[in-house]
Structures are given as structure tokens and as C-alpha cells.
């Protein structure tokens, strides 16, 4: 107990609990400062081929999903109803009236 000591063995012990709490904290600092690499190296090519797989990755994850049979139809039935209404455009050569409000 540290009531039981002499002033001379607090000062020493004091001390010594200082010194290791610091210590403790000194270590925390110096791996924090200088940490251990966790990194690997890797050669230049195996660098590059697990780049290249990552972005094949993302490049299949960006594109949509197959159309079914059902959005298949219907893409067909709108592109061919808007090439039919493209044929039955009426252009007015000059000169002639258009009615802008039809009554």
C-alpha cells in the first residue's frame, strides 16, 4: 500500500508507474507514426492483370440485365408504330394554310 511506504519508495514507485505508463504510450505513438507496412508489393504484371479483372468486373456489373421475351415485344411494337407515324407525316409545301387549332 502506498500509505505504508516511505516517502523515499513513492517518489521509486510513482516513478516507476510514470516511466511504464509513458512507455505504454510512447510504443502507440511510434506505431502510429511508423506503422508496419500491411501492404503487399506486387510484381508490375500481376499488378496490372488484377486491375484489368476489377475492371472487367464493373464493366459486367454496369450493364443491364437481359430484356425479356414480354420488353423484347414491346420495344418491337413501339419502334414500328413510331416508323409508321414517321411514313404518314404530311409536310405542307408553301403557301398553303395550316390550321394550328383544329376546331
Known sequence: MSYEKSDEELIASVASNVKAHF???????EAKWNPEKPYLFLPKGELRKRVEE???KMHEARKPPPKSDYE??????VKLNLSRRKQERVFHSL???QDLCPR
Do not use: R
Open 95 to 97: 403557301g398553303t394554310h
Open 54 to 56: 476489377h475492371n472487367q
Open 23 to 29: 512507455e505504454k504510450t510512447k510504443k502507440e505513438i
Open 72 to 77: 423484347h415485344q414491346l420495344l418491337k411494337a
